[in-house]
């Protein structure tokens, strides 16, 4: 099993920066993709990023692509997400997830066997 918790959510005005971080724990895997999935209250849960093992690959949902950006640290078992300029509507419950097997790329949804509880992230006006 591999625990992932999330950590760094918060309140913020429009336009400003946060960064978000997981850290994984349990089972390790040696090679795995890592990411993060959000979702707003009434909404379905939405792709926002994701990053390889080694941080030379990543792929972003079209809403966030040019104002976040996904890294990691594998010696602290940790991956990152830093996002700009933030927006009302990046307001959401922000979820840490890791596909451990990586069997394409980008992953789908359903390759995250690994899933954190969620941070909250408000963007106020």
């Known amino acids: 099993q591999v625990q992932l918790v999330e950590s760094g959510g918060g309140l913020v005005q429009a336009g400003d920066s946060l960064r978000l971080s997981c850290t994984a724990s349990?089972?390790?895997?040696?090679?795995?993709?890592m990411g993060w999935f959000r979702q707003a209250p009434g909404k379905e849960r939405e792709f926002v990023a994701v990053?390889?093992?080694?941080?030379?690959?990543?792929y972003y949902g079209p809403s966030v692509k040019g104002r976040f950006t996904a890294s990691r640290d594998n010696a602290k078992n940790t991956m990152y997400l830093q996002m700009n300029s933030l927006k009302p509507e990046d307001t959401a419950v922000y979820y840490c997830?890791?596909?451990?097997?990586?069997?394409?790329?980008?992953?789908?949804?359903?390759?995250?066997?690994?899933w954190g509880q969620g941070t909250q992230v408000t963007v106020s006006s």
């Open positions: 997830v890791a596909d451990i097997y990586v069997l394409r790329w980008p992953p789908l949804r359903a390759d995250y066997a690994y």
């Open positions: 349990g089972r390790t895997f040696s090679s795995g993709a």
């Open positions: 990053i390889n093992w080694s941080g030379d690959k990543t």
